[in-house]
């Protein structure tokens, strides 16, 4: 078996599952082009900001009441300009975190800022603030939703929930390409369930047919396929990985897919110049 480089890329290709065409990441040993961009930003600002902010919790439960949220004034702007000021060339915005609160006023829950104690819709003030300071606009968003889907073990859910998170995402995507592009997506919080229950493939079709130059990454505690309730532990850190030294995997022969289950993306995160490289189990094969 031949080792490969996987860095992530985007390429159009005819899926031999259901005759669809997915966009998914293909094996390169160059980074592409958004990766160069990801290189380029390197210095930039994560705004972990919202409900918990006002519970002293870093962790709310999701039953909080949203009124809560009571910010006496947004001023995104005012953090845009510091980031930028301090010469970072982009931020990363919790617009929701595991409690399930969302920083912007979703029409699909009243779990969000609408029913707060300031409606101020922070995931377009920021995205707005973005484009007038110059700097790349990124998200992170929760998997887990211990507000929308706290039972994680009641499977009959999963259709349900999972259509929720691409609803939502797409409304995030409408909200900031009103003034700029998203540039990164972090998905966290992913451990509560097997691997295969997540609709990362879904996520993935969504972000690239609409952003197809913004950079996902998925929290590494997602499990491997043979194990799919056990965390990675094979984590690499900047004093092991040297600047854009890529991760190799083995390509393996494919696998049988359930028919409820989807392929997964994998992203292994590494954060040095903060390289992502994604690894598709159920599409590789033997070489």
């Known amino acids: 078996m031949r080792r490969i ?10 899926s ?16 592409s082009k958004a990766q160069l ?4 930003r390197r210095y930039g600002m994560f705004l ?3 409900l918990n902010t006002f519970e002293d919790e870093e962790w709310a439960d999701g039953t909080k009441p949203a009124t809560d949220y009571c910010p006496s004034a947004i001023d995104a702007e005012q953090w845009v300009r510091a980031a930028r000021d301090a010469g970072m060339k982009y931020i990363i915005l919790t617009v929701k975190h595991h409690d399930g609160f969302c920083l912007w006023d979703s029409k699909y829950t009243d779990y969000d800022v609408a029913s707060s104690g ?12 973005c484009k007038k300071y110059g700097i790349g606009f990124g998200i992170y968003y929760s998997l887990w939703d211990r507000n929308r889907n706290a039972d994680v073990d009641d499977i009959s859910k999963d259709a349900e929930y999972n259509n929720y998170m691409i609803k939502q995402l797409n409304e995030i995507i409408d909200i900031a390409k009103r003034h700029t592009h998203i540039v990164e997506l972090w998905l966290d919080g992913s451990w509560g369930k097997q691997n295969y229950r997540w609709p990362l493939l879904d996520i993935y079709q969504t972000i690239k047919r ?3 130059d913004c950079l996902i990454s998925t929290n590494w505690t997602i499990g491997l396929p043979r194990r799919p309730k056990r965390r990675l532990t094979n984590s690499l850190f900047p004093k092991r990985l040297p600047p854009w030294r890529p991760i190799h995997a083995r390509r393996q022969r494919p696998q049988a897919v359930h028919p409820q289950r989807q392929p997964v993306l994998f992203a292994m995160g590494v954060d040095h110049l903060r390289q992502r490289t994604m ?9």
């Open 118 to 129: 300031n409606a101020t819709n922070v995931v377009e003030a920021a995205a707005k603030a």
């Open 37 to 40: 961009k990801l290189i380029e």
């Open 279 to 287: 690894v598709l189990p159920h599409q590789r094969r033997q070489i």
């Open 210 to 212: 609409r952003e197809p």
């Open 48 to 50: 972990h900001f919202g």
């Open 5 to 14: 480089i996987l860095i992530i890329s985007t390429l159009l290709i005819t």
């Open 16 to 31: 031999s599952m259901m005759g669809q065409k997915y966009i998914l990441p293909t094996p390169s040993h160059q980074p």
